[in-house]
């Protein structure tokens, strides 16, 4: 039976282990280790059994959440475990939790470290672990770096208004003055003619009347036909004719309204060809009132510098996870010849569908990274008295075969400097560092669950008329093929049919479709032609598949 005493010891080491050990700070890989030893008189033996199974635990589950699930169980790894926990080091473990129950020690304890460090540590041992896929799939990387100034919208380099006001009018009336002119000279002309049968009727009855008459018709036609009005000019002749005798005014009076009804027509169509051409005048009002501001900030830099300091930095964080890195000054000058390109342009036009499909088969690139990084000079840091600089960093890497993407990310630092280069070289490795690592992991990530799960792909059969046998064997087949999961057929047809499956095997997946379908006459002239993730078998060969493309 245990003493009331050792309970008490016990718990006295566990403090004194607790205030030895770092204190806590954050990384990228944390996992827990659980030990346990049985409880004797020799306590320190104890502690330390028990401790030391707690980190070689530790350390397998952090092996597993960096390179995949099933690695501690490796037999590599349990045969170098203790070299490894080593190489750890002390400073890697943290809050310590110990218990004492049913006569057993039992603490747990905590690993932080850094993800890269880790993975350095299973390299240098030999355990090369995932590297060869990682470095198997390489990665074509371009970036462009812009050094320049911030925007400051508060402090134009210069201001230019510009303000213009016009007002006036005008009117064009020429040719309607004309045109009236005609047209009253033609109804003065037809009232005249059409009332020569009226004023010969009226000088039988009288002489005075006749003269009057024949006067009158003429004020009154002329009245008619858009001068100013009847009663106007009625008015203006009444004065000039009132010592005529009163005969001679009704005989007058009857002629003119005889020559009024005869002339009607006329004068209308007069007045109608006035009024069609009024329609024709133009006349303009305007107030037209102009303005612009034109507004000068601080110049920027229009393209990518041709230094490049976050590009160099990230390919050696890169290189430091182990992820191959394939420079891409050769390649870019063999597509795009002396032409200057920028990223920009390039991601924005045609040419970037046929780059990649260049870096895929010419630098046999299975991922391209694009990316780009703007430097600001921000002048004198206030508190230092030296060059300031701020910038930004973004990257996007996907697949050349799928366009899958696999690793994007956009980190921002700052930094302080001797000199405004010495700022941004100090600046382009922090950006580099941090937007590496970030990377990095993920990339390492996809490639460790394609390990675990498979990638997909697209198989197809072709050739010939495809029986409804032919795919049903095809089909089956596959299900016989080792590291072939998650089969789903996804087109039939007499022509062509096609599943998507996952494939973890270690054989090229054509190779072990075929060897899965040997058996089979009905397959014995089955060619392949495999593009990326797209596995094409053709019944009578691909010969004509290929010519077809």
Same mark, same amino acid.
């Given at each position: 039976m245990i003493s009331d005493k050792k309970p008490v010891r016990l718990a006295g080491v566990a403090f004194a282990l607790t205030m030895a050990m770092p204190i806590a700070y954050a990384m990228d890989i944390e996992a827990r280790g659980v030990g346990s030893a049985t409880i004797t008189d020799d306590l320190a033996s104890v502690r330390t059994s028990a401790l030391r199974q707690a980190k070689r635990n530790a350390v397998l589950a952090a092996l597993d959440k960096v390179v995949g699930a099933g690695t501690s169980k490796n037999p590599d790894?349990?045969? &170098?475990?203790?070299?490894?926990?080593?190489?750890?080091?002390?400073?890697? @473990? @943290?809050?310590?939790?110990?218990?004492?129950? $049913?006569?057993? =020690?039992r603490i747990s304890i905590t690993l932080r470290m850094d993800d890269k460090?880790? +993975?350095?540590?299973?390299? $240098?041992?030999?355990?090369?672990?995932?590297?060869?896929?990682? +470095?198997?799939?390489?990665?074509?990387? !371009?970036m462009d770096e812009f050094f320049t100034t911030p925007t400051n919208l508060r402090a134009p380099l210069e201001e230019l208004t510009e303000f213009r006001h016009e007002e006036g009018s005008s009117y064009n009336d020429k040719e309607a003055s004309s045109s009236s002119r005609k047209a009253a000279y033609a109804a003065s002309n037809n009232s005249a003619y059409a009332s020569k049968e009226q004023a010969a009727y009226a000088v039988k009855e009288s002489a005075a009347g006749r003269v009057s008459a024949a006067r009158d018709t003429q004020v009154v036609g002329a009245a008619r036909d858009g001068y100013g009005g009847e009663a106007a000019v009625a008015g203006r002749d009444s004065g000039r004719y009132d010592a005529a005798s009163a005969s001679s005014r009704q005989a007058a009076g009857a002629a003119s +309204?005889?020559?009024?009804?005869?002339?009607?027509? *006329?004068?209308?169509?007069?007045?109608?060809?006035?009024?069609?051409?009024? +329609?024709?005048?133009?006349?303009? $009002?305007? #107030?037209?009132?102009? @303005?612009r501001k034109l507004v000068k900030y601080q110049p920027q830099n229009t393209g990518p510098d041709k230094k490049n300091y976050t590009y160099n930095e990230l390919k050696g964080q890169l290189n430091d996870l182990d992820i191959k890195v394939i420079d891409n000054a050769l390649f870019k000058s063999k597509y795009f010849g002396n032409r200057a390109i920028t990223l920009d342009q390039l991601e924005n036009g045609a040419d970037l569908a046929k780059y990649t499909e260049f870096a895929r088969q010419e630098a046999t690139a299975d991922y391209l990274m694009i990316g780009s990084s703007v430097i600001y000079d921000v002048g004198v840091d206030r508190n230092s008295g030296q060059p300031a600089c701020t910038g930004v960093a973004s990257t996007k890497t996907f697949s050349t075969k799928t366009g899958e993407d696999i690793g994007s990310a956009t980190q921002s630092e700052a930094a302080i400097g001797i000199s405004s280069d010495d700022c941004r070289a100090k600046l382009a490795g922090k950006l580099a560092a941090s937007l590496g690592n970030q990377v990095g992991k993920r990339i390492q990530d996809f490639v460790k669950r394609r390990t675990m799960y498979g990638?997909? =792909?697209v198989i197809r059969l072709t050739g010939g008329a495809l029986t409804l046998m032919n795919r049903t064997a095809f089909n089956q087949a596959l299900k016989n093929v080792p590291g072939l999961d998650k089969a789903t057929q996804r087109q039939a047809g007499t022509d062509k049919f096609e599943v998507v499956a996952t494939y973890r095997g270690t054989d090229p997946l054509d190779q072990a479709v075929a060897m899965?379908?040997?058996? #089979?006459? !009905?397959f014995a002239g089955l060619d392949s032609m495999v593009d990326g993730n797209i596995v094409t078998?053709? !019944? *009578?060969?691909?010969? &004509?598949?290929k010519a077809a493309r």
């Open positions: 790894v349990q045969a &170098k475990l203790d070299d490894l926990v080593v190489q750890v080091g002390e400073e890697a @473990f @943290f809050s310590p939790a110990p218990s004492a129950v $049913d006569g057993q =020690y460090e880790l +993975r350095t540590q299973i390299s $240098d041992l030999g355990l090369a672990l995932n590297t060869t896929a990682t +470095r198997s799939q390489p990665i074509l990387v !371009m +309204r005889q020559v009024a009804a005869a002339s009607s027509s *006329n004068v209308a169509s007069a007045s109608s060809s006035q009024q069609a051409y009024a +329609r024709d005048v133009s006349a303009e $009002d305007h #107030n037209n009132t102009y @303005f990638a997909e =792909y899965a379908l040997g058996s #089979n006459p !009905m078998l053709c !019944m *009578n060969g691909c010969a &004509k598949v």
